[in-house]
């Protein structure tokens, strides 16, 4: 019985579950048990990818499409973020679940948003960011290190002179990029939007005013988590603590859930992208058990 059909029929596949333990030295318990159908889910879609590009690429055309291995790269860092929410969450880290899954949450939202209009500009746009963004970044560094006395200041100026030259060789490169994909001139790439403007584009705002939202707050470490437990404990009652502490599990889950979602509608819209015809057919069934899931566990937050 294929993966998929053992996930679809509410069984993980022993393969891909043990290969997870393996990857992450995870000694099995009920914690990983219990999330034993999204750790397979999760695999599944990877290698219904890998698999589809493995057919593709023996097609010289495809192969010669200028922008299939580097979206590949940022598909695959989704996945990896996926698969450490779920580490995190497994082992009982709750916090850095939510953490990981905003990064796979934005990560897939890059990728979707690329794929969703012209591939060419908008990796030059994302490439081009990352140098104009970080050059900034590194002028305001200077400026700071100046107003250091010695002999810090000559270490971070000695620093922060060697990230402005690895910058100038990353511009290099990515000016090359930006010219095979047909912008010779470069001051005419669109800028890199936010990620407001990001989630607008791919039709998912309302995740953004809720699930992103809620996700950046524990990123930024904001009041709402010690304020809820905080008043938790002024009831004095261990019968609230307790499902107060069932609420923010369930909450957690829900996040890594929604982080996987969104990694397999990346995957999806890259299967779609690129012709990844048998790979579509299983994302597509491994989306729809993933928004079950969560509706699932949505109930009991």
Same mark, same amino acid.
């Given at each position: ?36 159908? /999204? ?15 493995? &057919? ?8 010669? *499409? ?6 590949? %790269?940022m ?9 450490? %929410? ?12 939510? @953490? ?8 897939a939202?890059? @990728? ?30 200077? *400026? ?20 402005m ?20 001139e &470069?001051?005419?790439i ?6 407001y ?29 010690? /304020? ?5 404990? &002024?009831?004095h ?30 995957? /999806? ?26 509706r699932?566990i949505?109930?009991?937050?």
């Amino acid at each position: 019985m294929s993966a998929l059909n053992k996930i679809l029929k509410g069984e993980p596949s022993n393969t891909f579950y043990t290969q997870f333990l393996a990857r992450h030295s995870i000694i099995e318990d009920q914690y990983v048990l219990f999330e034993a159908l /999204l750790i397979n889910a999760v695999c599944t879609i990877k290698v219904a990818i890998d698999d589809g590009l493995r &057919l593709r690429t023996k097609n010289d055309t495809f192969v010669s *499409e200028s922008t299939w291995a580097l979206l590949l %790269s940022m598909l695959d860092r989704v996945w990896e973020h996926s698969d450490a %929410s779920l580490v995190t969450l497994v082992t009982r880290s709750a916090a850095s679940s939510e @953490v990981i899954a905003r990064t796979t949450l934005e990560s897939a939202v890059n @990728v979707i948003y690329i794929l969703s209009g012209d591939r060419n500009e908008r990796l030059s746009s994302y490439f081009r960011e990352y140098i104009i963004d970080g050059g900034k970044q590194v002028e305001k560094w200077l *400026e700071q290190a100046a107003t250091r006395p010695e002999p810090e200041r000559s270490a971070h100026v000695k620093a922060a002179t060697q990230k402005m030259e690895d910058l100038a060789a990353l511009s290099a490169q990515t000016d090359m990029i930006c010219k095979a994909f047909g912008f010779e001139e &470069l001051d005419l790439i669109p800028r890199w939007p936010n990620v407001y403007t990001r989630f607008v584009a791919i039709g998912k705002v309302i995740d953004y005013r809720t699930v992103y939202h809620a996700l950046c707050a524990e990123t930024h470490n904001d009041a709402e988590d010690l /304020l809820l437990h905080f008043l938790a404990r &002024l009831t004095h009652s261990d019968e609230i603590l307790e499902s107060a502490a069932l609420k923010a599990l369930s909450f957690t889950r829900l996040m890594v859930y929604q982080g996987a979602h969104y990694y397999a509608q990346a995957a /999806l819209a890259y299967a779609r992208t690129y012709g990844l015809n048998r790979a579509i057919g299983t994302i597509t069934q491994i989306d729809s058990l993933i928004g079950n899931w969560s509706r699932n566990i949505a109930q009991q937050v």
